[in-house]
């Protein structure tokens, strides 16, 4: 996500075609953006980002908060969530942009925001590699022992063979 320009404010979105998220913002043409604080364990990354909206209800057991628009907003560790409007989209191959409008922006807490950096250096587990052959997904970690095909796909967070590394 990125503030794309400012006079109209528009922000710009990026969602990997293969996920949910992107066929329900194209049918509905809104979404939510929840910005995720420095507290946020694993575990969030686990329910909200490693499993599908296909297959899953991500907010079962919960009561979350909602936008005007009628959306979810993450019930812990937000420190702010923006409601956007698609006005644009640009299809780029594997991905899809989405060009939007903010309608609504609330600031939940003063907690510093996690940054993707921040998130690899102290929240994303390290892969226990040790005495272990094959590669490890660079984007969640899982690791696929033997020889890895072209056309493998991470069961955990379905980036593809290209995002995979050799073990040592």
Do not use: W
């Amino acid at each position: 996500m990125a503030q794309v320009a400012d006079n109209p404010t528009r922000i710009a979105v990026t969602i990997n075609k293969a996920n949910y998220s992107h066929h329900v913002i194209r049918q509905t043409g809104v979404m939510n953006v929840n910005c995720l604080s420095v507290d946020a364990p694993f575990s969030v990354f686990e329910r909200y980002g490693f499993q599908s909206g296909r297959n899953a209800d991500k907010f079962a057991g919960l009561t979350p908060a909602r936008s005007d628009n009628g959306l979810a907003i993450l019930p812990q560790y937000a420190n702010a969530m923006m409601s956007l409007t698609v006005e644009q989209y640009v299809d780029l191959g594997s991905h899809g942009m989405f060009i939007c409008s903010v309608a609504e922006a609330r600031v939940i807490s003063d907690r510093p925001t996690m940054t993707y950096t921040y998130y690899q250096e102290n929240v994303k587990p390290k892969p226990q590699t040790e005495g272990k052959k094959g590669y490890v997904c660079k984007i969640c970690g899982y690791i696929h022992e033997g020889e890895l095909p072209e056309d493998f796909v991470c069961p955990l967070c379905k980036h593809g063979a290209a995002d995979f590394e050799p073990i040592g």
